[in-house]
C-alpha cells in the first residue's frame, strides 16, 4: 500500500485524526449510558469501541507540541479523582464478578501476577478520553491536541485498554 502524503502527513493520519474524537465520543456515550445496559451487552459493545479506538489511536500522527505542557491545578485533579472514583464504582457494580483479573505488567520479567480491575481500566480510558475531548474544544494549537491524543494514547490509556480487550474476550460469554 503506497503512502500518500498531504501536508506532512500521510492520509491515514489525517484520517486517524478525524475518527479519533468521533470513536472517542462514541465510547463516552456509551460509559455515560451504562446504567441502562445490561452487562452482557456492555462488555460486548465496550470490547468493540475499544478495538476501534485502538485502531485509531494506533495510526495518530507523531507531531510536536506547539508549547510546553500544560500544568494540572490541584482542584483540576481533586475533580478528575473524585469522578474517578464514582465512575469505577458504578462500573464494579455492573461487572460484578467479572470485574477483577490477574495481570503481570512486564510479561519478558518473571514477577507475581497483581490483581486488576476492569472496572478501574474502563475509568481511566474514559477520563484520559474526555480529557482529549475537552482539549479539542479548549482551543488548544492542533500541534498540541494531536500530540496529547497520541501521547496519552501510548504511555497510559494503550495499556489498560490491552488488558480490558484481553479480558472482555475473555468474560464476554459469562457475562
Known amino acids: 500500500m503506497a503512502l500518500e502524503w498531504v501536508g506532512g502527513m500521510t492520509a491515514d493520519e489525517l484520517n486517524a485524526i478525524e475518527r479519533f ?3 472517542a465520543e462514541e465510547f463516552c456515550h456509551l460509559i455515560d449510558d451504562c446504567d441502562n445496559a445490561n452487562r452482557k451487552q456492555l462488555v460486548r459493545e465496550l470490547a468493540m469501541h475499544l478495538a476501534r479506538l485502538c485502531e485509531v489511536a ?3 500522527p507523531q507531531v510536536d507540541p506547539a508549547t510546553n505542557g500544560v500544568a494540572h491545578a490541584p482542584e483540576i485533579v481533586a475533580a478528575h479523582t473524585e469522578e474517578w472514583t464514582k465512575l469505577s464504582g458504578s462500573l464494579r457494580q455492573i461487572l460484578g464478578p467479572l470485574d477483577g483479573y490477574w495481570e503481570v505488567f512486564d510479561p519478558t520479567q518473571k514477577e507475581k501476577p497483581i490483581f ?12 484520559d478520553l474526555k ?11 492542533l500541534n498540541d ?8 494514547f501510548r504511555s497510559h490509556w494503550s495499556k489498560h485498554a490491552a488488558s480490558a480487550l484481553r479480558v ?3 468474560i ?4
Do not use: N, Q, T
Request: proline share 2%; with cysteine; aromatic share 12%.
Open 58 to 60: 494506533v495510526r495518530l
Open 21 to 23: 474524537p468521533v470513536i
Open 116 to 127: 486488576c480491575s476492569l472496572a478501574i481500566d474502563i475509568a481511566e480510558i474514559y477520563l
Open 168 to 170: 472482555m474476550f475473555l
Open 172 to 175: 464476554s460469554d459469562l457475562a
Open 131 to 141: 480529557d482529549a475531548l475537552k482539549l479539542l474544544k479548549s482551543g488548544a494549537a
Open 145 to 152: 491536541i494531536h500530540w496529547e491524543w497520541r501521547f496519552d
